[in-house]
């Protein structure tokens, strides 16, 4: 239960600071509270974040295209804003190949949820 309460207190860091990862750390508490507590297990579940990064992908293992739309222009926010202020060359650069990296797992890697009516 610790490692899964650490892991999803970073993966909420990382929705505000953008070269730390949300979705992995989300995922690991996922697996974390369903091994070791049905309480943590709903709990999580149940949490805004954890349904907008991960819900659809850990219960489909797809992700609806709309939402793709709405994850990578956060991402792209967050992230652009983090190349605007870096004051190192290489830094701005590990940005950006990070945000291609995201862009082509998200929209080419992982399969599209077809559309609820």
Not at 22 to 40: D, I, M, Q
Not at 53 to 78: C, N, S, T
Not at 87 to 103: D, E
Request: charged residues 15%; glycine residues 6%.
């Amino acid at each position: 239960m610790t490692v899964g309460f650490i892991s999803f207190g970073i993966g909420s860091i990382g929705t505000l600071i953008p070269v730390l990862p949300t979705t992995p750390f989300l995922l690991l508490s996922g697996f974390c509270f369903a091994r070791s507590s049905e309480k943590f297990n709903v709990w999580l579940k149940q949490q805004k974040i954890y349904d907008f990064y991960v819900g659809d992908y850990a219960e489909h293992r797809a992700i609806p295209r709309a939402k793709k739309y709405r994850i990578i222009a956060q991402i792209y926010l967050i992230m652009g804003a983090s190349v605007l202020l870096a004051p190192i060359i290489w830094v701005k650069w590990m940005v950006v190949g990070l945000m291609i990296f995201l862009t082509i797992m998200l929209f080419f890697v992982i399969p599209d949820k077809p559309e609820e009516n």
